[in-house]
T-cell receptor, first 113, second 114 residues
Framework: KAGVTQTPRYLIKTRGQQVTLSCSPI?????VSWYQQTPGQGLQFLFE???????NKGNFPGRFSGRQFSNSRSEMNVSTLELGDSALYLC????????????FGEGSRLTVL | DAKTTQPPSMDCAEGRAANLPCNHS???????VYWYRQIHSQGPQYIIH???NNETNEMASLIITEDRKSSTLILPHATLRDTAVYYC???????????????FGTGTRLTIIP
């Protein structure tokens, strides 16, 4: 069974640009969560989707957005990139909406110059 | 979510049992204890979780004290591949309104020594 797949794995952007990251959950999983990991702040929750609906949102500015498609694949978008957005963005999937057992992908490492 | 306290780092000899403590003195009755680990440059990996009873799976054992204020993750025979940051998380079980986020702390950096 394939794991959570995130693309791209690495990318470099410049300030002011926007970026879209993609996440394909494990087959059959309907919940997708996104986390940001930085050396200074650690792992922080961004948002969570279940059945194409955002069910939970972390404390991030509106420049961070996401969506989920009918096949459970998810994308997150960051607009007007800032240097501080450089981070590892992790996607996690789970079968149900009420579980703490998440399966994480290997992440997309974003560098903003 | 209740706050957890873990030692920042620990060493363990290869082949020995690694015992990772976690304090969660403000845990509520409906909060579970979860353990994850993150090996360098990879996404976190779920290890085990429990509510009040001790739990064991193929990866580890989880011992929760009777008052639920602390727990210990036990890796019975540590190998070099167990070197990672281990996170202890407490999480409330919601009903049907979405997945409660996991609040990761700073974790314990476990180093397995050959």
């Amino acid at each position: 069974k394939a794991g959570v797949t995130q693309t791209p794995r690495y990318l470099i952007k410049t300030r002011g640009q926007q970026v879209t990251l993609s996440c394909s959950p494990i087959s059959g999983h309907r919940s997708v969560s996104w986390y940001q990991q930085t050396p200074g702040q650690g792992l922080q929750f961004l948002f969570e989707y279940f059945s194409e609906t955002q069910r939970n949102k972390g404390n991030f500015p509106g420049r961070f957005s996401g969506r989920q498609f009918s096949n459970s694949r998810s994308e997150m978008n960051v607009s007007t990139l800032e240097l501080g957005d450089s981070a590892l963005y992790l996607c996690a999937s789970s079968f149900t909406a009420n579980t703490g057992e998440l399966f994480f992908g290997e992440g997309s490492r974003l560098t903003v110059l | 979510d209740a706050k957890t306290t873990q030692p920042p780092s620990m060493d363990c000899a290869e082949g020995r049992a690694a015992n990772l403590p976690c304090n969660h003195s403000t845990i509520s009755g409906n909060e579970y204890v979860y353990w994850y680990r993150q090996i360098h440059s990879q996404g976190p990996q779920y290890i085990i979780h429990g509510l009040k009873n001790n739990e064991t799976n193929e990866m580890a054992s989880l011992i929760i004290t009777e008052d639920r204020k602390s727990s210990t993750l036990i890796l019975p025979h540590a190998t070099l591949r167990d070197t990672a940051v281990y996170y202890c998380i407490v999480r409330v079980a919601l009903s049907n309104f979405g997945n409660e986020k996991l609040t990761f702390g700073t974790g314990t950096r476990l180093t397995i020594i050959p």
